[in-house]
């Protein structure tokens, strides 16, 4: 069982509307993968589906695979029996063949991850040459930025704190690496970096959200890299 099993229908409830990853996140996921049509794309950690949907919706043949059952219920029942989704772990070698996907997106998944190493190499040996990896994280300045004492910037250090979903508190860990520490992951793992990029919140949210629109357009949150697979 992950944590996200035990809030995965508040969660993605939340995931759905909110400033944050409805007009945020998530367009700007769409936007660095562009047209999308025929293309194959695995979406890792894809939680309850919202992108693997809004990519499906684009032309896209989408696969889905996350580490909690209860999220790829939630997706399931979006995106119906047509979509593989599997369950499985990114920290472990994932069930496809080589290149076997043009493209795999990555939304704000890595972060829970204290060594990037295995995982990406894995995303690498999945897709075909050429193919990207456009992924999210925490942004760096802000998971150091956050935590009292601050920690080693140059360190990759776990924080927790708690989310809270209905008056109920969750515990959530993450990990955060300083910002080389990730070029250097991807670049180990055989990506070359195409595109690093700290978007605009979507302007249709600065009436529904005036206050945390203000805030999101003035303050770093999510990182987004766009990152080619180099041949073998
Ligand atoms: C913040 S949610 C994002 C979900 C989805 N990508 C989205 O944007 O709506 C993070 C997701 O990563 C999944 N996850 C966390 N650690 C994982 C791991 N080690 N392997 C696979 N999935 C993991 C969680 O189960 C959760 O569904």
Redesign the pocket.
């Known amino acids: 069982m992950?944590?996200?099993?035990s809030f995965?229908e508040v969660?993605?409830a939340e995931?759905e509307h909110s400033l944050m990853?409805a007009y945020y996140?998530?367009p700007a996921?769409l936007a660095l993968a562009g047209d999308v049509a025929g293309r194959r794309i695995l979406?890792?950690?894809?939680?309850?589906?919202?992108?693997?949907a809004e990519l499906r919706d684009r032309g896209a043949v989408v696969t889905g695979?996350?580490?909690?059952a209860a999220?790829?219920a939630l997706a399931r029942r979006r995106l119906g029996d047509e979509v593989p989704l599997h369950e499985?772990?990114?920290?472990?070698p994932l069930p496809f063949a080589d290149e076997s996907f043009d493209d795999v997106?990555?939304?704000?998944?890595l972060h829970?991850?204290e060594d990037w190493g295995p995982?990406l190499a894995e995303l690498r040996r999945v897709l075909r040459p050429g193919g990207r990896l456009i992924a999210?994280v925490d942004h760096p300045f802000v998971a150091y930025t956050i935590q009292e004492p601050r920690p080693d910037y140059f360190a990759t250090t776990s924080y927790s704190f708690d989310w809270e979903f209905g008056g109920q508190r969750f515990p959530m860990k993450f990990w955060r690496r300083p910002l080389h520490a990730m070029a250097g992951a991807f670049t180990a793992a055989g990506f070359r970096l195409v595109t690093i990029s700290e978007p605009q919140p979507d302007p249709a949210a600065r009436e529904l959200f005036p206050d945390d629109f203000h805030s999101l357009s003035t303050k770093t949150a999510f990182l987004f890299f766009v990152l080619e697979a180099l041949a073998p």
Do not use: F, H, Q
Request: charge should be negative; hydrophobic fraction near 40%.
């Open positions: 992950n944590d996200y099993d995965a969660y993605a995931n990853n996140e998530r996921m979406d890792a950690g894809c939680g309850a589906g919202p992108l693997t695979v996350d580490a909690s999220m790829l499985a772990d990114l920290r472990d997106v990555a939304s704000l998944v829970y991850l995982t999210s």
